[in-house]
């Protein structure tokens, strides 16, 4: 059985690059705004940029202080010897609660990073999804964002 093209699949390489993609070589204060908004000021961008570093440096140090948990708790489930069924299930709950925790740390330092590495590119406030502009009142509320608030709820209804 051959796969059958659907309209727009072939076109899609030769389509040209939305006019928001354009502006990711822009320099900091030239970032992508929504229609209607303000462009970013110098001093809008460099607080988002210390936001977004005193974030790095934060979830930093809470991943080191829950893998340091972790070990504790690692290094003590050994030591079950007198527990009863309750005492170990408390164990094992403390010990997914607190690898959870890290796992997530983890998750919010990599989109972190992966905002600041935008923000020198110039990049920062493009969907991924479409290429247009975020918004910068989203941007400011959520310095994570990395979709529009139209692709974002399209991502959400598929979950």
Same mark, same amino acid.
């Given at each position: 059985m051959v796969a059958k093209k659907t309209p727009g699949t072939a076109t899609a390489a030769k389509t040209p690059v939305p006019k928001a993609r354009l502006a990711a070589a822009a320099g900091p204060g030239e970032l992508a705004?929504?229609?209607g908004e303000d462009p970013w000021t110098p001093q809008e961008v460099e607080e988002a940029r210390t936001e977004l570093q005193a974030d790095a440096e934060r979830l930093s140090e809470e991943i080191t202080s829950t893998e340091r948990a972790l070990a504790g708790l690692m290094r003590d489930s050994g030591?079950?010897? *007198?527990?009863d069924q309750a005492d170990t299930g408390t164990k094992n709950i403390t010990r997914e609660s607190e690898m959870a925790?890290?796992?997530?740390a983890r998750e919010m330092l990599i989109q972190t990073e992966r905002?600041? *590495?935008k923000l020198d590119a110039g990049t920062y406030g493009l969907c991924e999804n479409c290429g247009n502009p975020i918004g910068k009142a989203r941007m400011q509320a959520f310095p994570r964002a990395t979709l529009c608030v139209?692709?974002?709820q399209k991502q959400e209804?598929?979950?």
């Amino acid at each position: 059985m051959v796969a059958k093209k659907t309209p727009g699949t072939a076109t899609a390489a030769k389509t040209p690059v939305p006019k928001a993609r354009l502006a990711a070589a822009a320099g900091p204060g030239e970032l992508a705004v929504r229609p209607g908004e303000d462009p970013w000021t110098p001093q809008e961008v460099e607080e988002a940029r210390t936001e977004l570093q005193a974030d790095a440096e934060r979830l930093s140090e809470e991943i080191t202080s829950t893998e340091r948990a972790l070990a504790g708790l690692m290094r003590d489930s050994g030591d079950g010897a *007198g527990d009863d069924q309750a005492d170990t299930g408390t164990k094992n709950i403390t010990r997914e609660s607190e690898m959870a925790l890290a796992a997530n740390a983890r998750e919010m330092l990599i989109q972190t990073e992966r905002a600041l *590495g935008k923000l020198d590119a110039g990049t920062y406030g493009l969907c991924e999804n479409c290429g247009n502009p975020i918004g910068k009142a989203r941007m400011q509320a959520f310095p994570r964002a990395t979709l529009c608030v139209e692709c974002k709820q399209k991502q959400e209804r598929r979950y």
